[in-house]
């Protein structure tokens, strides 16, 4: 079994994905997974427009042909016509995991009351190549780091857990790769009997 994680990461922009401003949600996601993740990983990006048709092509080609275990989408879960990315999402998925857009709004009404418009959605694509989780995430670097690093207190304690402390079990449970993390950034759980000695 590879031990690797795959990563798909979609930007869904309409004005980004044709130059009119610079894509900042795949480069905050990269960074975010470079400081956090001490397993092995990689990572395959597309940039495309807000286009329901175009997005579930590609939430398949991920999943589908290259294998990815894990899949984040940034931007287009708002309430505007083009916000088309939680139904592209739920059309191209099995399982509906309705705990994460929930956690994800949790987190966010600490910082803005806005985040009740958020429709962000995670579920889970099954294919020839085994299972794949997605997960709809907002648009903002800033909000992207406090959704999967939850909140904290001024001395670094989780007041409300991000959603990536729960994404490592959810991905042994589908057949993923056993990934683990910088406890500094994020915490990853699993329940004990779980749980595998340190890598030598």
Request: hydrophobic share 40%; charged share 20%.
């Given at each position: 079994?590879?031990?690797e ?5 979609v ?16 480069p905050?996601?990269?960074d ?8 092995p ?7 495309i427009?807000?286009e ?15 294998g ?5 989408t ?6 505007a ?23 994800m709004r949790?987190?966010?009404?600490h ?7 958020s ?7 099954q ?31 989780s007041l409300?857990?991000?959603?990536f ?5 959810c991905?042994?449970?589908i ?8 406890e500094k950034?994020v915490?990853a759980f699993r ?10």
């Amino acid at each position: 079994m590879n031990d690797e994680l795959l990563i798909g990461l979609v930007s869904i922009s309409d004005r980004a994905s044709s130059g009119v401003y610079e894509d900042k949600g795949i480069p905050a996601l990269k960074d975010w997974f470079a400081a956090a993740l001490t397993s092995p990983w990689r990572m395959e990006s597309r940039l495309i427009a807000d286009e329901q048709p175009l997005i579930e092509r590609t939430l398949i080609e991920l999943c589908d042909n290259l294998g990815c275990h894990l899949v984040l989408t940034t931007g287009g879960t708002g309430p505007a016509r083009r916000d088309v990315t939680p139904e592209a999402t739920l059309a191209v998925a099995h399982k509906v995991m309705p705990g994460f857009g929930e956690q994800m709004r949790r987190v966010s009404l600490h910082f803005v009351p806005t985040a009740i418009l958020s429709r962000q959605v995670g579920a889970i694509r099954q294919h020839a190549r085994g299972q794949s989780l997605i997960l709809n995430l907002p648009g903002q670097p800033k909000s992207i780091k406090e959704t999967l690093e939850g909140v904290k207190d001024a001395q670094g304690n989780s007041l409300v857990p991000g959603i990536f402390a729960a994404v490592p079990y959810c991905l042994d449970l589908i057949g993923g790769p056993y990934i683990e993390t910088d406890e500094k950034l994020v915490k990853a759980f699993r329940p004990k009997a779980a749980l595998r000695p340190p890598a030598s």
